[in-house]
Nanobody, 124 residues
Framework: QVQLVESGGGLVQAGDSLRLSCAAS????????MGWFRQAPGKEREFVAV????????TYKDSVKGRFTISRVNAKNTVYLQMNSLEPEDTAVYYC?????????????????WGQGTQVTVSS
């Protein structure tokens, strides 16, 4: 079992930056691919970014490429999402998720473990 706790969300203005963190419990963090998803009001949960178990590979949603960076520190059981040049369209609850069987899963259905989410609000 893995427990995930996100932090770092908040209210910012367009163009600002935020760094989200996701702390994981357990001693097998390096066995999991870690993903970030988001869900805006009235919309389905969508993929944002994923990082492989060793941190060597990443994949991003097209609209965040060049603005968001996912990273991880396995020794700290933590995955990060650095978000720069934020836009109002980035407003959502952001979730981190863990998956042990696949290399870089982008489908929410592939993930077994989820955090509770952290709100990001970007004002124009």
């Amino acid at each position: 079992q893995v427990q995930l706790v996100e932090s770092g969300g908040g209210l910012v203005q367009a163009g600002d930056s935020l760094r989200l963190s996701c702390a994981a419990s357990g001693r097998t963090f390096s066995s999991y691919a870690m993903g970030w998803f988001r869900q805006a009001p009235g919309k389905e949960r969508e993929f944002v970014a994923v990082i492989s178990r060793n941190g060597g590979s990443t994949t991003y949603k097209d609209s965040v490429k060049g603005r968001f960076t996912i990273s991880r520190v396995n020794a700290k059981n933590t995955v990060y999402l650095q978000m720069n040049s934020l836009e109002p369209e980035d407003t959502a609850v952001y979730y981190c998720a863990a998956e042990s069987r696949l290399w870089l899963p982008v489908s929410a259905n592939a993930y077994h473990y989820w955090g509770q989410g952290t709100q990001v609000t970007v004002s124009s």
